[in-house]
């Protein structure tokens, strides 16, 4: 067996308690989890994930997108569903 050795941390108590009952759901303790995350560390040589600080553009993209439709005079908006399909040509 692994010798193993006790290690303190220091966690928001609310991220503990969401990570716990995350972990748990995949059958994991919080010791297991850690352990997994310490070993992908080493197997990375690094973090396994890739920190940043951007930005999400797509998110702003889109949502810039939705605003230039909605306020658009060429586009033709629709109330309802059926209306969308009787200007397709779809009739009742």
Do not use: W
Request: proline share 2%.
């Amino acid at each position: 067996m692994v010798k193993t050795v006790p290690t303190q941390i220091r966690i928001n108590k609310d991220v503990k308690m969401r990570a716990n009952k995350l972990f748990s759901g995949l059958g994991l303790d919080m010791s297991s989890a850690v352990n997994i995350f310490l070993n992908q560390c080493i197997i990375n040589n690094g973090l396994p994930f890739v920190i940043t600080t951007k930005k999400n553009n797509n998110l702003d993209r889109i949502i810039n997108e939705a605003y230039k439709i909605h306020n658009s005079k060429d586009i033709k908006g629709f109330h309802n569903v059926d209306d969308l399909f009787k200007n397709m040509g779809y009739d009742e």
